[in-house]
Every structure is written in structure tokens, then in C-alpha cells.
């Protein structure tokens, strides 16, 4: 089991900038690749970033050079740090945490935090 909790949401500018943080706990040791994943009102969830456990990072193009995941394991943190943020990225950001056990694979959601970007 893990839980995951965001936090860091909030009403920015356009242009402004801000950080997502994601705390995890549980059975961390089971976890490989994190992401972060976005719902706009209407649209489906989609991929914004995600990590691996080496490192390795990947974005969805409409955030390419503006956002940067990262992962710190000693404090059982993610982060999303957002830049030259647009009115289009206003969404409910959720943090995905994928878990491998025994060979069985489970996909952990948080609760998502709001951003708000206006223009």
C-alpha cells in the first residue's frame, strides 16, 4: 500500500511560476516510475511528466522546457516544478505512484490539487 498526498496548488498568473510537491509514504520500496498527470474540466486525465527510478525523466510536449519533475527518495517527495505557466495548464494535478509487488502491478492516485492560471 501507498499513499500519496499533493500539495502546492493555488492561483497563479500567467507567466508566473509554481511547485507541485507530492508526499509518499507506505511501501515506498515497491515503487518505480512516478508521474504527474492533469484533469481539465471536459478533458481526460493526461500525462504531464514522469520519472523513473534512475532518473529518467519524459514530458508531454505542451510542457517540454516549461516544467521539470524531479524526485527526491530520502524525503519520500515528488515535485513538479512549473514555469512560464499559461491559462491553458489550469487543471487538477494529480501525483501517480506505479507499484510492483510480487509481480502484481498497481497504479497509487493522490487526491490532486487545483492550479488556476489566469490571464
Known amino acids: 500500500q501507498v499513499q500519496l498526498v499533493e500539495s502546492g496548488g493555488g492561483l497563479v498568473q500567467a507567466g508566473g511560476s509554481l511547485r507541485l510537491s507530492c508526499a509518499y509514504s507506505g511501501d515506498t520500496g515497491y515503487i518505480s516510475n512516478m508521474g504527474w498527470y492533469r484533469q481539465a474540466p471536459g478533458k481526460e486525465r493526461e500525462l504531464v511528466a514522469s520519472i523513473s527510478t534512475g532518473g529518467g525523466t519524459n514530458y508531454a510536449d505542451s510542457v517540454k522546457g516549461r516544467f521539470t519533475i524531479s524526485r527526491d527518495n530520502a524525503k519520500n517527495t515528488l515535485y513538479l516544478q512549473m514555469n512560464s505557466l499559461k491559462p491553458e495548464d489550469t487543471a487538477a494535478y494529480y501525483c501517480?505512484?506505479?507499484?510492483?509487488?510480487?509481480?502484481?502491478?498497481?497504479?497509487?492516485w493522490g487526491q490532486g490539487t487545483q492550479l488556476t492560471v489566469s490571464s
Open positions: 501517480n505512484a506505479d507499484y510492483w509487488r510480487y509481480g502484481v502491478n498497481k497504479d497509487y
